[in-house]
Each structure stands twice: as structure tokens, then as C-alpha cells.
């Protein structure tokens, strides 16, 4: 991609449970409303709804039914780049969150992906009076009307679960609920989870155990080496979107790189375990080889299985037309900036960042615009 990743901090979550537990992070793409928290949700139970359809009334239950790439994807597209036509599927829980009261925990689990909306095409669509509409998440009422309940956004990129709190908001003795964008986003599997438990993201423990249900361990980085590598292929093995990536399978891409100086290859180790605004940062055909020590972990209970979450701190930099000094590495973002590119504010001037830029920033890459 056209991009450059400034990374500031990893962390490797390391989460031990019971094999009919399932854990995932609180995230989605943030839009209005409450940011994803990235508090780990822990659930045992996957309500499914009755039946699904999506806005042509097509039956797309058994679609949703599994997180296996089949996904509901029959809605046009829009000239510009990650728009479609407006869409929706449609899902009737009917009685199986009767027994679920106000002030019951539910959340409701959404796996799929979404190819984005580039600057370009918002730009464009806004021009032609279209603006972008994520997701809205809508009950339906007695009358028969459907009413807001909250945006859910969409899947931040490729293929993911996301989850939006709806606690409060589907109870009753029936429940029809529809998710409705003008954006591509392709939904993959749907279903509402009782939630058993919450371990906070600021909780700053290196490790939790509830040995009943949940043990997470918190590794840090015990190694990390940026090298030069060629981008690696696309492909799909059963012909379906979106495609994946196998990584002995590579070439060279046209690519965009902006101009300044980037990393110089070599060990970062002390780069990545704090978030400092002292980047790694990389482009196209850079790899970033990440190594974290197991040897602290439990062994794993009979019964038990392991899953994991990368953290990371950082950026993201794209080149395209419309994006703010696209053309160039500088200026460097930061977590006190006001805006960016920064506005009121600077990067900061003092011995640590000084010295970080001066012994890691002098690899130049790119040619400026003319």
C-alpha cells in the first residue's frame, strides 16, 4: 500500500480459556458515540437470529450462521471507491432475548470487512451530495417503523470481529434489528453474546487469572528487526473477496512512498515497548520481525486453549492526493498534538526524541512532488 506505519508500542496478549469460552477485544472503527474500549469480552453463549435477510429479502441465515469468508455481498457498488448503493440485512432474534433484562450485559458480535472509502472517492461523493453513512444499527417497533438504536460503525479493515455493547437496547419479547450503510462492508457471521466477563484494557496488570474462566499474561517485546523485503502477493484460494496474502508468495508492487528518512534497518528492539513517540517506521517492502518470549507462560490446563491479541501503539500515513502532506514523512505526529498535521503544537524537542531521530531516522526513501 501506498502507506507509511509509524509504530510506537507492541504488546502481545496472551488469553488462556476454558475451550467453550470465547474472547474477543472491544473494537471496531470508532465513529459517533463511545470509542471501542479494547477491554477483553469473555462470553460462553452465541444467540443466533431465527432468520436473516438482507435488503433484496434474500434468506442469508445459514450465511451468517459461520465466520468462514461466505459473506453477504449481494448489494451494487457506487462508481466511487467503497461506496454501494444503500443496504442492509435484516435480523429477527424472535423470543431468544426475551429473558434478557435492562441491566443484563449483552454484546453483539459482528465478523466481517470492509474495503474502504478512500479520501478521493469521500471527496467525490460528497461533491455529488452522498455522504458517507456507517452502519446504523435500528430496532424495529410495534408501529412497524424502524427506529435508531446506535451506530455500530464498521470492521476496521479486513477481516475481523467487532462488537458494539447493546446492553439495555434489544430486550422484550420480540426483537427485529436491521444493519443498514452505504459503505462495502460485508458481513460475515452476526449473533448477540451474554457476557460472563470484562478484563478492563487500562487494567496495566502484566497478568490476570480468574482460573475458572480466564488467564491473560501481557508479553513485551524480547526482540524486533526491520529488514528489507519485496511486498508480498495477494491471492485467493477459493475465489472469493477479500483476497489474502501468503507471505512466500512475492513481487514488487507500484507503490508511493513519501520523501524524508525513515528507519534505518536494523535491531529496534527498544523502539517498540513503550509509547513514547519514538517510532519504528516503515514502508512498502519493509518487514518487521517481532519476536516475544514464551518461556513465562502457564501451561496450558486439560480442556483449555490459547488465543492471542497484538496490541499496537501508532500511525498510519497514506500518500494519496487529498491527505495532508501525503507527499512527505514530516512532520511527525505525536500523542499531544492538537491536530494534524499539528497546528499549536510541535514534536518534541528534548534529548530523548532528538537523539531517537538522530540515531534511527536515516533511511531516505522517496522524491518530493514537484
Known sequence: MDELTLLDRLQLVVMDHPENV?????????????PPTQDLLAFRREIFPVKAVDHRGKDVT?????????????????????????????????????????KDLLILCLAGWTDYPYPESIYAAEQAGI????????????DGKWQKVCEASFPAGL??????????????????VRLRTNMQVFW??????????????????????????????????????????????????????PTIYDYYRRGTNPVTVPAGRITRYGDVTELLNKADDCFVIFGPGDELTV???????????????????????????????????????EPLPF????????????????VLHNDYRKRYNTRPVGKPRK
Open 159 to 176: 477481516p475481523r470481529m467487532m462488537t458494539v455493547d447493546v446492553t439495555g437496547k434489544l430486550a422484550g419479547p420480540s426483537c427485529k
Open 22 to 34: 470465547c474472547v474477543f477485544p472491544d473494537e471496531r472503527f470508532p465513529g459517533e458515540g463511545p
Open 188 to 241: 460475515d457471521q452476526i449473533f448477540v453474546a451474554p457476557l460472563v466477563h470484562r478484563i478492563l484494557y487500562q487494567s496495566g496488570a502484566e497478568e490476570i487469572k480468574d482460573m475458572d474462566l480466564l488467564h491473560v499474561t501481557s508479553l513485551r517485546v524480547h526482540s524486533a528487526e526491520l529488514s528489507p523485503k519485496v511486498c508480498i502477493l495477494e491471492y485467493s484460494p477459493d475465489g472469493r473477496q
Open 62 to 102: 445459514k450465511t451468517l450462521r459461520e465466520w468462514d469468508r461466505d459473506t453477504v455481498r449481494d448489494f451494487a457498488f457506487r462508481s466511487w471507491l467503497g461506496f454501494a448503493e444503500e443496504h442492509w440485512v435484516e435480523l429477527d432474534f424472535g423470543d431468544r432475548l426475551k429473558d434478557f433484562g435492562a
Open 335 to 350: 500523542r499531544a498534538m492538537d491536530a494534524y498535521p499539528p497546528q499549536k503544537t510541535k514534536y518534541p524537542d528534548d
Open 291 to 329: 519476536n516475544f518470549d514464551a518461556s513465562c507462560l502457564p501451561p496450558l490446563p486439560e480442556g483449555w486453549t490459547r488465543d492471542f491479541v497484538l496490541r499496537t501503539w501508532g500511525y498510519c500515513k497514506d500518500c494519496a492526493p487529498f491527505t495532508a502532506t501525503g507527499d512527505a514523512v
Open 131 to 142: 455522504a458517507l453513512m456507517p452502519s446504523m444499527l435500528e430496532r424495529q417497533g410495534e
